[in-house]
């Protein structure tokens, strides 16, 4: 099978969290056979975010956590995405990424955001003083460095050396125009927001595509196959985890949101259902996202396993 590069038009990702009510060791294998099954059924790739102190089920190690799913899938890519960059040395994140794909040529990519949890920067010691700032010199650095562009003081390693052979994707989660417009700047691509309507996406890839930007736009939507796992409520399971984010997040904010987050149906109403979001969104690819608070692990991968029909009526 033909290796398809992270976040390239056409290519379908799933995002992957942990099951934090099972143990730690049971959270790595059942992730990992996730992964697998994903890939098995038609997934390009798989994505994994980050938040710390067990925040409503992510992750702390999303670099890591990338190299346990590429060891556990019988191909297609991983990345980190979103990974929050400025709690951590643009350096460090480009030597990791770069080493990585040495590992797994053409089969790593990253995805970065700022971060606004006030905990994740206290856990990490730091704070969130001039954050636009510390993100956007961060962002320019890694992809620079990433695409082979320009190495800066990592121009002595070897694995960043061959990214000027085999770059590194970078995509940048994006909520505004402004956003949007750094993105371009940067040479990167965007990653919406799962909770954006397809009016304020598609406001941002037109502000984009006119500041110059050429790198992929990536869509995210949350899915539940109706009789996948053997039961319904997605919509409620969904709407505990939208008054999670609710709990960070300004109004102002909350207004770009979409009314229904949630795509559920048969696997023929969702695969209408995410082709007009494409059309609607000027997205190229799509990241879909099947864990909800209360899914159990065999819930999820009856999920995963169900939407492969959707997949073959996306690719037709």
């Given at each position: 099978?033909?290796?398809?590069?992270?976040?390239?038009?056409?290519?379908?990702?799933?995002?992957?969290?942990?099951?934090?009510?099972?143990?730690?060791?049971?959270?790595?294998?059942?992730?990992?056979?996730?992964?697998?099954?994903?890939?098995?059924?038609?997934?390009?790739?798989?994505?994994?975010?980050?938040?710390?102190?067990?925040?409503?089920?992510?992750?702390p190690n999303p670099v890591q956590m990338a190299g346990?799913?590429?060891?556990?899938?019988?191909?297609?890519?991983?990345?980190?995405?979103?990974?929050?960059?400025?709690?951590?040395?643009?350096?460090?994140?480009?030597?990791?990424?770069?080493?990585?794909?040495?590992?797994?040529?053409?089969?790593?990519?990253?995805?970065?955001?700022?971060?606004?949890?006030?905990?994740?920067?206290?856990?990490?010691?730091?704070?969130?003083?001039?954050?636009?700032?510390?993100?956007?010199?961060?962002?320019?650095?890694?992809?620079?460095?990433?695409?082979?562009?320009?190495?800066?003081?990592?121009?002595?390693?070897?694995?960043?050396?061959?990214?000027?052979?085999?770059?590194?994707?970078?995509i940048s989660a994006v909520m505004s125009g402004t956003?949007?417009?750094?993105?371009?700047?940067?040479?990167?691509?965007?990653?919406?927001?799962?909770?954006?309507?397809?009016?304020?996406?598609?406001?941002?890839?037109?502000?984009?595509?006119?500041?110059?930007?050429?790198?992929?736009?990536?869509?995210?939507?949350?899915?539940?196959?109706?009789?996948?796992?053997?039961?319904?409520?997605?919509?409620?399971?969904?709407?505990?985890?939208?008054?999670?984010?609710?709990?960070?997040?300004?109004?102002?904010?909350?207004?770009?949101?979409?009314?229904?987050?949630?795509?559920?149906?048969?696997?023929?109403?969702?695969?209408?259902?995410?082709?007009?979001?494409?059309?609607?969104?000027?997205?190229?690819?799509?990241?879909?996202?099947?864990?909800?608070?209360?899914?159990?692990?065999?819930?999820?991968?009856?999920?995963?396993?169900?939407?492969?029909?959707?997949?073959?009526?996306?690719?037709?």
């Amino acid at each position: 099978m033909a290796i398809v590069p992270p976040f390239t038009s056409g290519s379908i990702s799933l995002r992957l969290y942990p099951h934090n009510d099972l143990p730690a060791d049971q959270i790595v294998s059942v992730m990992r056979g996730q992964a697998a099954l994903a890939a098995e059924v038609g997934f390009d790739g798989v994505m994994t975010s980050e938040h710390h102190g067990g925040f409503g089920g992510y992750l702390p190690n999303p670099v890591q956590m990338a190299g346990w799913l590429l060891d556990a899938m019988p191909q297609g890519w991983a990345a980190p995405c979103p990974l929050l960059l400025p709690l951590r040395p643009w350096a460090l994140v480009a030597e990791e990424l770069a080493w990585l794909d040495a590992r797994y040529p053409g089969r790593v990519g990253l995805g970065v955001a700022s971060g606004s949890l006030e905990a994740d920067f206290e856990i990490m010691g730091t704070n969130k003083d001039n954050l636009v700032e510390r993100f956007l010199v961060g962002l320019n650095a890694v992809t620079a460095a990433l695409s082979g562009r320009h190495a800066g003081v990592l121009a002595g390693d070897v694995a960043i050396k061959r990214c000027i052979e085999h770059p590194i994707p970078v995509i940048s989660a994006v909520m505004s125009g402004t956003a949007a417009r750094r993105a371009a700047a940067a040479g990167a691509g965007m990653l919406f927001a799962g909770v954006s309507a397809n009016w304020h996406c598609r406001e941002m890839a037109d502000t984009y595509r006119a500041a110059g930007g050429t790198g992929p736009i990536v869509l995210v939507r949350r899915v539940s196959v109706v009789g996948a796992s053997g039961e319904g409520g997605g919509q409620g399971r969904h709407a505990k985890q939208v008054d999670l984010y609710r709990s960070y997040t300004s109004e102002a904010s909350q207004s770009k949101w979409a009314t229904n987050q949630l795509t559920e149906g048969t696997p023929d109403q969702i695969a209408k259902s995410l082709i007009t979001d494409m059309k609607e969104t000027g997205a190229e690819s799509l990241n879909l996202r099947v864990h909800v608070p209360g899914v159990t692990p065999d819930e999820a991968l009856g999920h995963i396993a169900g939407l492969e029909w959707v997949l073959k009526k996306l690719r037709a």
